[in-house]
């Protein structure tokens, strides 16, 4: 018994190292679980405003989507589509 609180106190019982390591893998994935469940709800509401935007200042997504696509190519480059989402943000 006075070994056993000698190695809990010393930190040299492989048992309670383990139990340790496991409590402490478990709490972080716990709150890297919570992170990315805000980082997702953030996002989602993002784009609902976004879509919700699309509606109140153009007539449609299409609209939208000439509106930005200045060069007439029919594909949207990274620059218009980042003005694009600033502006509807």
Known sequence: ???????????????????????????????????????????????????DNIYSYLLTPKNAFLEFNEDNSGKMTFDQFNKFVIRLS
């Open 1 to 51: 018994m006075i070994l056993t609180i000698l190695e809990m106190l010393t930190g040299k019982n492989s048992a309670i190292d383990s139990k340790r390591s496991i409590i402490f893998n478990l709490t972080e994935l716990i709150l890297n679980r919570q992170a990315e469940n805000t980082i997702i709800n953030r996002s989602v509401r993002k784009l609902m405003k976004i879509k």
